[in-house]
């Protein structure tokens, strides 16, 4: 309770007036930074292996650190260079496949476990026992050594308007003989020879090519967290070379951590705060955090197929790296990881895995698609939204006849993610109750309704709340075929002998609409400036930033 003093007629006076906040607005919410804040806004973000473990595994002793289904121990042995040669790398057919299902940024696994680097290493220190970093493409038949995945994928990332960034391993390295960031006192054929405070410059100095070469990153990802009495060093490296990548697991006093869900499924636990003790400290956060530390739900885009046999599977990484035995998971399960991820106020970091040839399996390249298809159709355009709203109670006016059964709600956490509870209700009808919002909750309603009119209610706050959106949908809970196939950031050659007619002012489902009523449309694009483009025919078509093009399903 607070007191406030006020006069009426000279006299003084004396009130009481009790604020329905919790104790914790009387201290400052941890606020994030502006690239947390722009990391938690892409939402839909990859994670792609393709390195040592794609062809065989290895490891120390009998530690597994990387490996895949053909993978078989014990583990005292290091692939040669050699072992990896694919013979068909296409980066684009990665990036055009992520871009199909929405992704904003991607992160590729450069150096895992066993070491090697996919892009050319230039660390070397000679008075350490002639150290050189020799593990890498350029000592592998690929493109006779002077091939470069990170190179190409950064180039790729740009043309489909992907934000890159990488994966270093710091903890766990078969070539240097780490494990958990302390170097081995036994050593194995293949293995650099090198002492604890060495590692600690080896790692330094490959970090700063990696972070130097390939422009700004989005994320950089420490698995694991980073070794020992290297925490300053790290992050005085981060702000000189890449002050705006947020860390995954990475090294205070930076700032721009972000942390693990706990779980590789997808699912995260409700509710699920971006505040933290720090960026180790995995699992669901807590109203109560020290620090904001916005949580990432990694999962695999693969799964076994129905009766695996043993063999088809690997002991470690079984789903990280490409297995022909395994499959897609279903779209069902996507859509179910997408509402426990993006909708529980997490990113959903969803893999993707090229087959050693090197390109991605064809089913992959379809269930992304089908996976931002499916997306697009249900969120693309609400039944009614509200943007920026103003105090504590939403109202929402549902178009008659309108169907509703979820409500999307995005909390503005400039200044620190601030409710902790809330209540929704159609025409007075209690339609359910939440806790965490965050950067975005989806709530289903109790059931889907039709009415009059919605009531978003946040009963308790740890300090003003501030919403971003409110918006009311209609989807199916279970996945359907959509009416158009969705191909973003892409746009077909538009040809006046070809093109069918143009509709301005206009939105994607109606341009969708639009394309499957009329018989000769073959594909259409839709426009940043809201046009849609019927085309009688596919004439090609290259990467265009903002731009959506499509095939009406019938």
Excluded at 251 to 256: C, G, L, S
Excluded at 391 to 403: D, F, M
Aim: glycine share 10%; with cysteine.
């Amino acid at each position: 309770k607070l007191q406030f003093l006020y006069f009426i007629g000279g006299e003084t006076k004396k009130t009481m007036l009790t604020v329905a906040i919790t104790a914790l607005a009387l201290c400052q919410l941890p606020k994030p930074t502006a690239d947390q804040l722009q990391w938690t806004a892409d939402e839909l973000t990859n994670i792609g292996h393709f390195n040592m473990g794609t062809f065989e595994g290895c490891g120390i002793g009998d530690i597994m650190l990387e490996g895949n289904a053909n993978t078989t121990g014990p583990y005292s042995m290091l692939p040669p260079p050699s072992t990896f040669a694919p013979t068909n790398v296409t980066v684009e057919q990665w990036i055009q496949a992520l871009s199909s299902y929405g992704s904003k940024h991607a992160v590729l696994v450069v150096s895992h476990g066993c070491g090697f680097n996919t892009f050319p290493s230039n660390t070397a220190f000679p008075e350490y026992n002639g150290f050189v970093w020799n593990y890498s493409v350029k000592a592998s038949p690929w493109k006779d050594g002077k091939g470069d995945i990170a190179a190409e994928f950064v180039a790729m990332c740009k043309k489909y308007d992907i934000r890159p960034g990488f994966y270093h391993g710091a903890m766990n390295n078969a070539f240097l003989n780490v494990v958990k960031g302390v170097v081995q006192s036994n050593h194995y054929p293949g293995q650099a020879v090198i002492t604890q405070d060495q590692y600690t410059k080896i790692l330094l100095t490959n970090l700063r090519q990696l972070w130097t070469d390939y422009g700004e990153l989005a994320e950089v990802w420490f698995d694991g967290g980073y070794p020992a009495g290297t925490e300053e060093l790290i992050t005085n490296l981060l702000a000189e070379l890449q002050p705006r990548a947020v860390a995954f697991q990475g090294p205070p006093p930076n700032k721009n951590l972000v942390r693990w869900g706990g779980t590789e499924s997808g699912h995260m636990p409700y509710p699920f705060w971006s505040m933290s003790a720090n960026s180790l400290d995995a699992g669901a956060g807590s109203p109560t955090g020290a620090e904001f530390v916005p949580g990432e739900a990694d999962t695999c885009f693969q799964t076994p197929k129905s009766g695996a046999k043993h063999g088809e599977r690997a002991p470690y990484g079984g789903c990280w790296f490409y297995n022909a035995g395994d499959v897609p998971k279903s779209l069902e399960e996507l859509v179910s990881i997408y509402h426990d991820s993006v909708g529980s106020n997490a990113n959903l970091l969803l893999d993707w895995t090229p087959t050693q040839e090197g390109v991605l399996r064809p089913d992959h390249v379809q269930r992304y698609q089908e996976f931002g298809d499916w997306l697009r159709a249900c969120y693309s355009t609400p039944v009614v939204e509200v943007v920026q709203p103003v105090g504590s109670t939403v109202t929402l006016k549902i178009p008659s006849g309108a169907e509703v059964d979820r409500v999307v709600i995005m909390e503005d956490q400039t200044n620190g993610q601030a409710i902790r509870a809330f209540e929704t209700s159609v025409d007075g009808k209690s339609s359910g109750n939440g806790i965490s919002v965050g950067h975005k909750r989806i709530h289903f309603l109790s059931a889907r309704t039709t009415g009059n009119t919605f009531v978003l209610n946040v009963t308790q706050s740890a300090a003003t709340p501030v919403l971003a959106r409110v918006g009311l949908y209609n989807c199916s809970r279970t996945p359907a075929p959509t009416g158009c196939s969705f191909n973003e950031n892409f746009a077909y050659k538009i040809v006046p002998s070809i093109t069918l007619g143009v509709t301005k002012n206009t939105n994607l489902q109606n341009c969708c609409s639009i394309a499957r009523t009329t018989p000769l449309c073959s594909v259409f694009v839709f426009g940043a400036d809201k046009s849609c483009t019927l085309l009688s025919a596919n004439q090609g078509g290259a990467a265009a930033p903002g731009i959506v093009s499509g095939a009406p399903l019938r």
